[in-house]
């Protein structure tokens, strides 16, 4: 490593627009945090299981781009500064007393497809951050079902039925979990995993989700 170096640290790029703009905070430069809208919402899901419901920022269409990357076309790396951006939601909304960080599993043949499981990322790099342990492989999706933003209400609540389960409830009992995903629809997908986890002895349930295209 040369001197220059030393003295000249590589400069940080933004990891959103991967221009030549290197980032001020949470890997994101000016430019593009000033098109994402944070707004920390908490929501009112119709749940028997959850305590409370989280989004950090706005569906907006900038947003769903990034989104749409981060799911499908294997722009895995943005799981950095959106995981950052739910940490500030984490920190500003004061939400604490927190033992154990879990994530919606998806099924493990579309994580085959994918390459990866994007809530898995978010909730890793959440669980390093804030020290707190992650639980993983316990809780999975073992029925293979439809796309959800696929279904109308009804059918989204039907296709979600029995189809996750958990495999250790002992890691589980009596704790108190962040359950992480990356996007918030209808709420069906959080309200199905915390009623699994809710019957399997969990003690309480915060769900958190980057953004949110429900629409209430
Ligand atoms: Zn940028």
């Known amino acids: ?21 290197p980032y001020l905070k949470s890997f994101t430069c000016t430019q593009c945090y000033e098109k994402l809208d944070f707004v920390y919402k908490e929501v009112e899901i119709d749940s028997l299981y959850i305590d409370r419901v ?61 390459g990866y499981n994007q809530s898995e990322l978010l909730a890793t790099y959440i669980s390093k951050e804030l020290n707190i342990p992650i639980s993983r492989g316990n809780l999975i999706k073992k029925k293979w079902t439809r796309e959800q933003n696929t279904l109308d209400r009804i059918q989204r609540l039907n296709n979600l039925r029995e189809s996750f389960s958990i495999k250790k409830p002992e890691e589980i009992t009596g704790k108190r979990i962040l359950l992480i995903d990356d996007i918030l629809t209808t709420g069906a997908t959080f309200n199905e995993c915390s009623k699994t986890l809710n019957k399997n002895g969990a003690k309480a349930i915060t769900a958190l989700a980057l953004t949110s295209s429900k629409t209430i």
């Open 54 to 114: 989280f989004y950090a920022l706005t569906y907006n269409r900038y947003l769903r781009e990034l989104m749409h990357d981060f799911k499908f076309n294997r722009k895995s790396y943005l799981y950095k500064p959106f995981s950052k951006f739910i940490i500030s939601m984490i920190k500003e909304k004061g939400i604490e007393g927190i033992d154990l960080i879990m994530f919606i599993p998806i099924h493990r043949r579309k994580e085959a497809i994918r």
């Open 1 to 21: 490593m040369s001197i220059k170096s030393l003295l000249f640290p590589t400069r940080q790029l933004c990891y959103l627009c991967k221009e030549k703009t």
